[in-house]
């Protein structure tokens, strides 16, 4: 009787992931990451902390982990941490982990829900992954949104101030941001199309939140086009009473404040004004911002999406 041979299968590698921390975002916590360190060691997985608030060393970190072709990237911070971390994986078959510890985490609750350590695990180890667009505003990398005039405002009204958690503390929020803002005549371009407006309002958004409002609720995660949301004439429309119902998720656009779509958006002249991108306001010095939207480029990894 001829003995069977036992087959010895090949030990698989362990999967590597980077673990890109900001101890300066505004929910930082050593406990959440001791949870997420602990979900990686049961995960049997290897992991590389980058915890760094210097953009540039983070960046050459990142670069320096890409050539061990990591499973994935996790974002442990807020919007321009996500940003700072999707940047680098353009092209790139790594997914993007968010851990979200910021004061908005708006580009999280855009695409995975209520902010949560213990979903966002789940959503990073689940094995599947969503494919989403990302812009170019100018030469700044976008995944979110950008946005002019109100929002830029707001932000800047609420790094020290908590967010409103109702609608009459976002209507009053939002009447002093628009008392502040210094409008001027813009030309926009939307593909095709050509409007010259002055504007309290212009966002293009990707995915549905800016500054901690929902201000593109129809926003498709990967369908290669940006919501140019807008008021054409200043005073036509009550920002407090849209931004108000707005939050209630109640706002239908129309005359007053309209909203298109589009996949090249050129705004000018806008030199000297403030850019909202992805939870930071930039001072911009050209004359005007051309923005550019690629579809499903980047990987983000979503209990519902497709297998990795």
């Known amino acids: 009787m001829q003995e069977g041979r036992q087959k010895i299968g090949r030990q698989q590698p362990r999967p590597t992931y980077g673990v890109l921390v900001n101890p300066q975002a505004a929910n930082y916590s050593e406990k959440d990451i001791d949870r997420l360190v602990s979900r990686l060691a049961r995960e049997k997985a290897n992991w590389h902390i980058i915890k760094t608030t210097v953009t540039r060393e983070a960046i050459f970190q990142i670069k320096k982990l890409l050539h061990r072709r990591p499973a994935?990237?996790?974002?442990?911070?807020?919007?321009?941490?996500?940003?700072?971390?999707?940047?680098?994986?353009?092209?790139?078959?790594?997914?993007?982990?968010?851990?979200?510890?910021?004061?908005?985490n708006n580009i999280y609750h855009s695409l995975l829900g209520n902010p949560n350590p213990v979903d966002a695990i789940e959503h990073i180890f689940s094995g599947n992954?969503?494919?989403?667009?990302?812009?170019?505003?100018?030469?700044?990398?976008?995944?979110?949104?950008?946005g002019f005039g109100l929002i830029p405002q707001i932000q800047d009204m609420l790094k020290d101030r908590r967010i409103p958690i109702f609608g009459i503390g976002w209507s009053r929020l939002a009447s002093q941001a628009a008392s502040a803002v210094e409008t001027r005549r813009l030309s926009l371009t939307i593909d095709e199309f050509k409007f010259d407006i002055t504007p309290l309002l212009l966002n293009i958004n990707l995915l549905r939140n800016s500054a901690g409002l929902p201000l593109a609720p129809m926003s498709l995660e990967g369908d290669g086009c940006g919501e140019v949301i807008f008021d054409p004439e200043t005073g036509k429309a009550l920002i407090s009473a849209f931004i108000r119902k707005i939050f209630k998720k109640k706002y239908l656009y129309g005359d007053e404040i309209r909203m298109y779509r589009g996949k090249n958006i050129i705004v000018t002249p806008v030199a000297g004004t403030k850019m909202y991108l992805d939870g930071e306001n930039w001072e911009i010095k050209d004359a005007s911002v051309e923005i550019e939207i690629f579809p499903s480029k980047i990987r983000v990894c979503k209990k519902t999406g497709e297998k990795n």
């Open 72 to 104: 994935g990237l996790i974002a442990c911070g807020g919007d321009s941490t996500v940003n700072l971390a999707a940047r680098n994986l353009i092209r790139r078959f790594c997914t993007l982990g968010i851990y979200p510890m910021g004061k908005f």
């Open 129 to 146: 992954h969503v494919k989403v667009d990302y812009g170019v505003a100018g030469n700044k990398f976008f995944i979110g949104s950008v």
